[in-house]
């Protein structure tokens, strides 16, 4: 069971919780199960069958390089932030 | 390698750079030293408009002038889908892509290329664009990030709807994106405050000033095959937005990169790339564009200008209570302001409780934002370490004190929610607190007023992908070669990570930036990711290096591998005593035990070390005519395990005086047509060494625990104090809170005189 953050121009399909637990082993299962618990979830972090271009995720405070393949380690701690570079 | 009780032989040391002599003497290859037979030279014509519709294009009086070749337009590249594309590393839209770098039917900004020729010549290329006829039809522009916010703004992309909104909405806007972080209550943390300030701040479009414009020759073959030569931060990246941009295979194109002059973000994004290729395709012959002053200031990616609140509140023990920050940053023409990172940066440096960041994408008739160090913390910055600069002051408590109280450490939550891992924030209030610079009396001036402020800056740092390769030469040196621009002295970075591994001196390793073919995908040099990433590949191939020399040395002993060690630079037997063998010795043995020793590795590291800094410094400022000097500054910042210390060093030397000119003088003045006014370096006035005094640095070295050699980024974080810094300074000489940047002689005048 992973601890998602909500972000908080999402909290409207989550009835304003601001976290939440999921299931899965993977990001793509922890995404599906966020879909089942808050229908339109999936629709906001999700592009072409890819994580959008304009988030990154965090998973136990590292960027994730995986996509939705990242493997979810029991327990996790799960952001969804902008992806950003640097100059 | 444990890097806190490693003993290092290379790193940490200073040697002279690797590329020093070939700068020194003008031997080093830039982009527009290129010549190839039979080049011709391209131009651009560019809107003298800040926004307007584009009726029709007539070239023929161009393409009728003697030793003009070809002339391209929008309609000479492919259409393209809007979207966000996973480039690497950042994400990006192919169609406004295509869109900034020949307009379609509008032009969006001062500048806005139209049209390319190539011609025999520079002279008759630039006479040919004078010849083409372009019928506008001039619209409503809108340059002010809060004007282009309301409804009645003059609408830029008229398909743009603003992306994260909590609402959907179909109504044509200039917001791009919105995004919000929240958390705890905001409402009892200011309840909770003995003292609430709340300001607002504005602060201009700058640009990274780098000196060398941007240049690009392209030679299209007859095969499909194209070779092109630039000043890019990132040869793989510019090949991939060719590609995208073109519609062609990315394997169809070798980018070669020239060595560079400055990029600081600026030349990661393409201007001129796709244009020489098609100019040359068109034309079957090489052809070269050289932007000028005007054309880079006016038409590239300058960094964002932008709106800022600060509503911040604190208890008497000097805790933060609440903290409610509003920015909209400029994106430019197009989408893509890096409001997000000034949404995540801003008062990273404090564990606050109790928060609400909002921040908005707005689009305005100027260029198209790119990155520039430390993409939008400066602007944040400026906006929060000014405020707590003045909580520190209403609770009577000196404000590195403040800054302790509130300081992140490892496991502080960010403002955007994940825990930092081990950072040394802390370490550089301290240094700052113990600093010869913070503990001396301001200086007496004649006739000026002095002042000292202090701020602090936090940047993540960035990993992505990296290849590199080490070959060992048969005399015993080795060969380092990576896809990495070496704009801060990766060069001698990575030979001295790679000499460190091999038991070398640092001049012993020959540093080579290849060609994409040359070498595996590497991602730009940006996000002060180089030496931890590429250095990271580096130290990986290094090892693989080691691994095959020992392997060598097995077969010529005829014992197994792990028989035989490898340390500093010697190969040994652990079942026979006497044998051993030095590096030099074993490389001239190669060919008989086996063959060539290529170590290589490609990664995409975790473990990125952010980076955080605290600055002092000491102003004088002339009441009379509002001119502000600094004289004296110094910059504490945790670098990780330095590689190079003269190296990072320069980097926050260079970064606080860019940071500097950001603060005092720099600005894009556009007059109300939208025409930028003070397009040369005259008038977009930078500081220059005349201007500064010897910036002093502390390093820390808090060695990141995610990396080999216990590097983290260190070239971007020292760009975000300076504006903050300084007007922390000003407002102790003078008695004024500046709010807006740049804090020039007349806004500074103005801000005592209102005072009075």
Same mark, same amino acid.
């Given at each position: 069971?992973?601890?998602?953050?909500?972000?908080?121009?999402?909290?409207?399909?989550?009835?304003?919780?601001?976290?939440?637990?999921?299931?899965?082993?993977?990001?793509?299962?922890?995404?599906?199960?966020?879909?089942?618990?808050?229908?339109?979830?999936?629709?906001?972090?999700?592009?072409?069958?890819?994580?959008?271009?304009?988030?990154?995720? =965090?998973?136990?405070?590292?960027?994730?390089?995986?996509?939705?393949?990242?493997?979810?380690?029991?327990? =996790?701690?799960?952001?969804?932030?902008?992806?950003?570079?640097?100059? | 390698?444990?890097?806190?009780?490693?003993?290092?032989?290379?790193?940490?040391?200073?040697?002279?750079?690797?590329?020093?002599?070939?700068?020194?003497?003008?031997?080093?290859?830039?982009?527009?030293?290129?010549?190839?037979?039979?080049?011709?030279?391209?131009?651009?014509?560019?809107? &003298?408009?800040?926004?307007?519709?584009?009726k029709s294009i007539d070239a023929s009086a161009a393409l009728a002038l003697p030793g003009v070749k070809a002339v391209i337009t929008s309609a000479d590249f492919p259409k393209l889908q809007s979207g966000v594309v996973p480039m690497g590393e950042l994400p990006m839209n192919p169609l406004y892509m295509s869109m900034n770098l020949l307009a379609q039917d509008k032009v969006l900004y001062d500048g806005h290329a139209v049209a390319a020729v190539a011609a025999t010549s520079p002279h008759i290329a630039e006479e040919a664009i004078k010849l083409i006829k372009v019928? $506008?039809?001039?619209?409503?522009?809108?340059? *002010?990030?809060?004007?282009?916010?309301?409804? *009645?703004?003059?609408?830029?992309?008229?398909?743009?709807?603003?992306?994260?909104?909590?609402?959907?909405?179909?109504?044509? /806007?200039?917001?791009?994106?919105q995004l919000r972080f929240a958390r705890g209550d905001l409402e009892a943390g200011f309840k909770a405050a003995d003292v609430i300030v709340e300001r607002e701040f504005d602060t201009a479009m700058v640009h990274q000033g780098y000196i060398e414009p941007h240049n690009a020759v392209a030679q299209y073959n007859a095969n499909g095959q194209t070779t092109i030569w630039t000043s890019t931060q990132g040869a793989f990246t510019a090949r991939d937005q060719c590609a995208l941009v073109l519609n062609i295979p990315a394997g169809s194109i070798k980018v070669v990169p020239?060595?560079?002059?400055?990029?600081?973000?600026?030349?990661?994004?393409?201007?001129?790339? &796709?244009?020489?290729?098609?100019? =040359?395709?068109?034309?079957?012959?090489?052809?070269?564009?050289?932007?000028?002053?005007?054309?880079?200031?006016?038409?590239?990616?300058?960094?964002?200008? =932008?709106?800022?609140?600060?509503?911040?509140?604190?208890?008497? #023990?000097?805790?933060? +209570?609440?903290?409610?920050?509003?920015?909209?940053?400029?994106?430019? @023409?197009?989408?893509? #302001?890096?409001?997000? #990172?000034?949404?995540? /940066?801003?008062?990273?440096?404090?564990?606050?409780?109790?928060?609400?960041?909002?921040?908005? *994408?707005?689009?305005?008739?100027?260029?198209?934002?790119?990155?520039?160090?430390?993409?939008?913390s400066t602007n944040a910055a400026m906006g929060s370490e000014t405020v707590i600069d003045e909580l520190a002051e209403k609770l009577g408590i000196d404000p590195l004190e403040f800054r302790r109280i509130n300081g992140a450490k490892e496991g502080t939550a960010q403002p955007a929610g994940p825990k930092f891992p081990r950072i040394g924030y802390l370490e550089t209030v301290e240094a700052i607190k113990n600093s010869p610079h913070y503990k001396s009396p301001l200086p007496k001036m004649d006739g000026r007023v002095v002042g000292r402020g202090v701020a602090s800056?936090?940047?993540?740092?960035?990993?992505?992908?990296?290849?590199?390769?080490?070959?060992?030469?048969?005399?015993? +040196?080795?060969?380092?070669?990576?896809? %990495?621009?070496?704009?801060?002295?990766?060069?001698? %970075?990575?030979?001295?990570?790679?000499?460190?591994?091999?038991?070398?001196?640092?001049?012993?390793?020959?540093?080579?930036?290849?060609?994409?073919?040359?070498?595996?995908?590497?991602?730009?040099?940006?996000?002060?990711?180089?030496?931890? #990433?590429?250095?990271?590949?580096?130290?990986? @191939?290094?090892?693989?290096?080691?691994?095959?020399?020992?392997?060598?040395?097995?077969?010529?002993?005829?014992?197994?591998?792990?028989?035989?060690?490898?340390?500093?630079?010697?190969?040994?037997?652990?079942?026979?005593?006497?044998?051993?063998?030095?590096?030099?010795?074993?490389?001239?043995?190669?060919?008989?035990?086996?063959?060539?020793?290529?170590?290589?590795?490609?990664?995409?590291?975790?473990?990125?070390?952010?980076?955080?800094?605290?600055?002092?410094?000491?102003?004088?400022?002339?009441?009379?005519?509002?001119?502000?000097?600094?004289?004296? $500054? /110094?910059?504490?910042?945790?670098?990780?395990?330095?590689?190079?210390?003269? $190296?990072?060093?320069?980097?926050?030397?260079?970064?606080?005086?860019?940071?500097?000119?950001?603060?005092?003088?720099?600005? $894009?003045?556009?007059?109300?047509?939208?025409?930028?006014?003070?397009?040369?370096?005259?008038?977009?006035?930078? &500081?220059? +060494?005349? *201007?500064?005094?010897?910036?002093?640095?502390?390093?820390?070295?808090?060695?990141?625990?995610?990396?080999?050699?216990?590097?983290?980024?260190?070239?971007?974080?020292?760009?975000?104090?300076?504006?903050?810094?300084?007007?922390?300074?000003?407002?102790?000489?003078?008695?004024?809170?500046?709010?807006?940047?740049?804090?020039?002689?007349?806004?500074?005048?103005? @801000?005592?005189?209102?005072?009075?």
């Open positions: 069971m992973a601890n998602v953050f909500i972000p908080a121009l999402l909290r409207k399909l989550t009835g304003g919780k601001d976290r939440t637990s999921a299931t899965g082993a993977t990001l793509r299962e922890i995404i599906n199960d966020l879909e089942h618990q808050f229908p339109g979830f999936r629709d906001r972090v999700v592009e072409n069958g890819d994580l959008a271009g304009s988030i990154a995720v =965090s998973i136990n405070g590292e960027v994730i390089t995986g996509g939705l393949s990242e493997s979810v380690p029991a327990e =996790s701690e799960i952001h969804f932030v902008p992806a950003i570079a640097g100059g | 390698m444990d890097v806190q009780e490693h003993k290092f032989k290379v790193i940490g040391t200073r040697p002279i750079r690797h590329d020093g002599v070939d700068k020194v003497t003008g031997r080093a290859h830039y982009g527009a030293d290129i010549s190839l037979p039979g080049m011709l030279h391209g131009k651009v014509l560019r809107s &003298p408009h800040a926004h307007a519709r584009i019928d $506008y039809e001039v619209l409503p522009h809108v340059q *002010d990030v809060v004007a282009a916010m309301k409804d *009645d703004a003059p609408i830029l992309l008229s398909e743009l709807r603003t992306s994260g909104a909590p609402e959907k909405s179909d109504k044509p /806007t200039n917001t791009a994106s020239a060595e560079i002059g400055g990029g600081f973000g600026g030349k990661i994004g393409i201007y001129l790339e &796709p244009l020489a290729l098609l100019l =040359s395709k068109k034309t079957g012959k090489p052809v070269k564009l050289v932007m000028s002053r005007g054309e880079v200031l006016r038409a590239t990616g300058p960094t964002s200008g =932008s709106h800022i609140r600060v509503k911040m509140g604190a208890n008497k #023990a000097g805790k933060i +209570t609440a903290a409610q920050i509003w920015m909209a940053y400029e994106a430019g @023409a197009f989408p893509g #302001a890096p409001v997000g #990172a000034g949404c995540m /940066t801003t008062i990273a440096p404090y564990d606050v409780e109790n928060l609400q960041i909002d921040g908005f *994408d707005v689009l305005v008739n100027k260029p198209k934002t790119a990155a520039y160090r430390a993409p939008g800056g936090f940047w993540f740092n960035a990993g992505f992908q990296s290849s590199a390769t080490v070959s060992i030469n048969s005399d015993g +040196t080795a060969n380092v070669v990576t896809g %990495s621009t070496d704009i801060g002295g990766s060069r001698a %970075s990575c030979a001295m990570i790679a000499a460190e591994v091999l038991g070398l001196k640092a001049e012993e390793v020959h540093p080579v930036v290849a060609d994409t073919e040359s070498i595996g995908h590497t991602d730009m040099t940006g996000g002060s990711r180089v030496t931890f #990433a590429t250095g990271y590949a580096v130290y990986d @191939a290094a090892q693989d290096a080691v691994n095959m020399l020992k392997q060598r040395a097995a077969t010529l002993w005829k014992v197994k591998p792990e028989d035989v060690v490898f340390q500093d630079g010697v190969v040994s037997c652990t079942t026979n005593g006497n044998e051993s063998m030095t590096l030099k010795e074993l490389a001239a043995k190669l060919p008989r035990a086996g063959g060539p020793v290529q170590g290589k590795a490609s990664v995409n590291p975790r473990g990125v070390g952010p980076a955080f800094a605290t600055h002092v410094v000491d102003v004088a400022v002339d009441p009379e005519t509002g001119k502000v000097d600094v004289l004296r $500054y /110094t910059a504490a910042q945790d670098v990780g395990k330095a590689v190079h210390p003269s $190296y990072v060093e320069g980097q926050i030397q260079g970064a606080v005086t860019q940071g500097t000119g950001w603060a005092l003088n720099e600005e $894009y003045y556009y007059d109300d047509k939208g025409t930028l006014r003070n397009s040369g370096f005259l008038d977009y006035r930078m &500081p220059t +060494t005349l *201007d500064m005094p010897m910036i002093e640095t502390i390093l820390i070295e808090v060695p990141n625990p995610g990396h080999p050699i216990g590097i983290r980024g260190v070239g971007e974080v020292p760009i975000v104090p300076p504006p903050a810094a300084i007007a922390n300074a000003i407002h102790q000489a003078v008695g004024v809170r500046m709010d807006t940047l740049p804090m020039s002689p007349p806004k500074v005048c103005k @801000a005592i005189a209102e005072k009075q």
